[in-house]
């Protein structure tokens, strides 16, 4: 029974390139949010997403950031010309159709970007 | 106004004595759901228990309890007979009002690091 999956655990990326984070939540799961933890702080949320649709992006920063959970495949974070402040671990979280207020998010392991 | 305040930075505790990890938080939301989550230095959260705003009795999983005291708004973690295990980072979390769909997001404390030592 495969948790949730997230990939790569570790990316280094120089400043300007693009990043990657891809996140396949558990089977029959259909919710899939993203936090960011930066360096001795906690999570912060950044987007909420159904399949193809996304419900809540108020954490998401305004510019280089997406997301998107497409009908097939895994959940993409998608930073645009990173700089250094965006070096962080980001985790993404899966519940099932219809969560209700104990729903437990479960959690990935995290893929720790670093930006050079 | 922080949702979630964890006030202590770090603990160290004895082998098997318990600790109480402090947690209070700020809703004018009637239904709530309060969680706790380990994170060890491997990076993983870990799920350990959870209190909603209408239950009754205070939640326990195993070793875990959680001391809910509604009127002052705390939700303070204790961990009974401690192990060297449990040396990790220890988060408090929130999800308010879930009625109001899309609000399932967790709002999170910055964290209380637990070192226990032998």
């Known amino acids: 029974n495969a948790g949730v999956m997230q990939n790569p655990r570790h990316l280094v990326r120089r400043r300007g390139q693009e990043a990657r984070l891809r996140c396949s939540p558990m089977?029959?799961?259909?919710?899939v949010y993203w936090y960011r933890q930066l360096p001795e702080e906690g999570l912060k949320f950044m987007v909420y997403l159904q399949k193809e649709n996304i419900i809540d992006e108020s954490g998401m920063p305004k510019e280089r950031f997406s997301a998107e959970f497409p009908k097939e495949g895994p959940s993409i974070l998608r930073i645009q010309q990173v700089v250094r402040g965006d070096s962080a671990a980001y985790f993404c979280?899966?519940?099932?159709?219809?969560?209700?207020?104990?729903?437990?998010?479960?959690f990935g392991q995290g893929t720790r970007l670093t930006v050079v | 106004a922080q949702k979630i305040t964890q006030t202590q930075p770090g603990m160290f505790v004895q082998e098997k004595e318990a600790v109480t990890l402090d947690c209070t938080y700020d809703t004018s939301d009637p239904s709530y759901g309060l969680f706790w989550y380990k994170q060890p230095s491997s990076g993983e959260m870990i799920f350990l228990i959870y209190?909603?705003?209408?239950?009754?009795q205070n939640a326990t999983e195993g070793r875990y309890s959680l001391n809910f005291q509604k009127a002052r708004k705390s939700a303070n973690l204790v961990i009974s007979a401690s192990q060297l295990g449990d040396s990790a980072m220890y988060f408090c979390?929130?999800?308010?009002?879930?009625?109001?769909?899309?609000?399932?997001?967790?709002?999170f404390g910055t964290g209380t690091r637990l070192t226990i030592i032998p």
């Open positions: 979390a929130m999800r308010e009002g879930v009625a109001n769909f899309g609000n399932e997001k967790l709002t």
């Open positions: 209190q909603g705003s209408y239950d009754q």
């Open positions: 089977k029959g799961h259909s919710h």
């Open positions: 979280a899966s519940s099932p159709t219809s969560p209700t207020m104990n729903t437990e998010a479960f």
